[in-house]
Nanobody, 122 residues
Framework: LRCSSGVWGGLVQAGGSLTLSCATSGFTFGDYAIGWFRQAPGKEREFVAAMRWSRPSTIYADSVKGRFTISKSNAQNTVYLQVNSVKPEDTAVYYC???????????????WGQGTLVTVSS
């Protein structure tokens, strides 16, 4: 999987929006789930959101509900994470990964993308 931030240099001002992309070319998902995670400086990697590839099911961490939206494009084989009203505490490296389980458990995910840095300026 390959992650990108969709903003130049991964820098965005507080209050703004951005969309992260996870390109899945060459990976056949079937009923797999795709998850987004983030790791802030000095902190452990945490779950953000996930969706099933073949069913309209999504789950979100409580900390991002209402501001983050996960979606996909079958035609583009891409999973997106839209982030609205960004806050400085959203600054982190964002990763996407796949799982055979529809879960928030980080250990169940594999095929991690390289990560993309998002920096939110106040």
């Amino acid at each position: 999987l390959r992650c990108s931030s969709g903003v130049w240099g991964g820098l965005v001002q507080a209050g703004g929006s951005l969309t992260l992309s996870c390109a899945t070319s060459g990976f056949t998902f079937g009923d797999y789930a795709i998850g987004w995670f983030r790791q802030a400086p000095g902190k452990e990697r945490e779950f953000v959101a996930a969706m099933r590839w073949s069913r309209p099911s999504t789950i979100y961490a409580d900390s991002v509900k209402g501001r983050f939206t996960i979606s996909k494009s079958n035609a583009q084989n891409t999973v997106y994470l839209q982030v609205n009203s960004v806050k400085p505490e959203d600054t982190a490296v964002y990763y996407c990964a796949a799982s055979i389980q529809f879960t928030m458990e980080t250990r169940e995910y594999f095929n991690w993308g390289q990560g993309t840095l998002v920096t939110v300026s106040s």
